[in-house]
């Protein structure tokens, strides 16, 4: 892909492995400058809009913060309700007024595709922040950023990805990511919330070995990391299939108790009770560490969207 100047972020595919590189290298790079001092200004004068259509607390907050604590400012959409999307305006038409005030935009949205329809429409660069069931691939990056300073290396491992994987949009762009990198996966999740086929016959057909599962502690013990996610509620038609499915797989002291090492786990939260908090001081509970890595990594991704940085 090279440059990340004036381009969309919308998909985990468009990254290599060369931009995964420089990805983490900035966010390391703005990870100890802010430790030396709160506010950088590379990004001055610069302003980015947030446009969320869907519930959010991490990414939206991360976002801001990373544009602030690079000298930028932030405008957003407050919500849905007290825009002009109340009046029925389309997605493209609020997406075209944010690119005429702003330099760059992160939206979220629960329509598949919505992200690349918004980049379509105007020139402004996109990053997309959650499109329906779709792809999130800021989440993925942080996760990756996540992984490689929790584990030392994203080559070769074994990761098991457990709970809605039909519906989790982060889970469809961290597999792009880790099979870059001979990921070993196990997909661990009940019948009806497979990994969406035509992802598993991609990674069949590069090559990936996958081994589709039921069984959380088998997938775990032979795993160096867990991928733990929320079964998405808000996505099921029918509630009695929700209440059918939830609360399948769960992480507690009893769990951890059963396996034959230490293992890392991440989450790219909210939980409901997937993880209990009785997990949350086991020394391999990384998702804390992981939602404080997303600043780094959206400095990292704005400051090379706006100013090119290489
Ligand atoms: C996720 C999302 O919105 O897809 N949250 C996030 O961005 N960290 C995961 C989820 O909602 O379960």
């Known amino acids: 892909m090279g440059s990340l100047k004036g381009k969309d972020i919308l998909h985990g595919n468009q990254f290599s492995k060369r931009d995964i590189d420089t990805i983490i290298k900035n966010a390391s790079y703005f990870e100890k400058e802010l430790k030396k001092k709160k506010a950088l200004n590379l990004l ?98 942080l996760d990756i950023y996540t992984i490689y300073k929790e584990l030392g290396s994203l080559k070769n491992l074994v990761v098991s990805i457990i709970g809605d994987l039909k519906n989790g949009r982060t889970v469809h762009a961290l597999v792009e990511l880790l099979s870059l990198y001979q990921t070993q996966f196990y997909f661990v999740s009940p019948g009806a919330l497979r990994m969406p086929e035509e992802i598993t016959s991609n990674l069949t057909q590069r090559g990936i070995k996958i081994e589709e599962t039921e069984d959380m502690l088998k997938a775990t013990n032979a795993s160096h990391l867990i991928y733990m996610t929320r079964i998405q509620k808000e996505r099921f038609t029918d509630l009695s299939e929700y209440e059918r499915v939830k609360g399948s797989y769960i992480i507690d002291e009893a769990f951890l108790k059963k396996l034959k090492k230490k293992i890392t786990i991440l989450h790219p939260l909210p939980r409901v009770d997937e993880i209990s908090t009785e997990v949350d001081d086991y020394p391999g509970a990384a998702y804390f560490r992981q939602m404080r890595n997303g600043v780094f990594v959206r400095m990292a991704l704005l400051a090379m969207v706006l100013e090119g940085i290489p």
């Open 44 to 141: 001055e004068g610069k302003i980015l809009a947030t446009l969320f259509f869907e519930p959010s607390t991490r990414t939206r907050l991360s976002f801001e913060a990373a544009m602030q604590r690079l000298g930028g400012g932030v405008i957003s959409l407050g919500s849905v309700e007290s825009s002009s999307v109340a009046k029925g305006e389309t997605l493209t038409d609020t997406v075209r007024t944010a690119s005429q005030y702003a330099d760059v935009i992160v939206i979220r949205h629960p329509r598949t595709g919505s992200a690349r329809e918004a980049a379509e429409a105007v020139s402004t660069p996109i990053i997309n922040a959650g499109d329906g069931t779709g792809q999130h691939p800021t989440q993925a990056l």
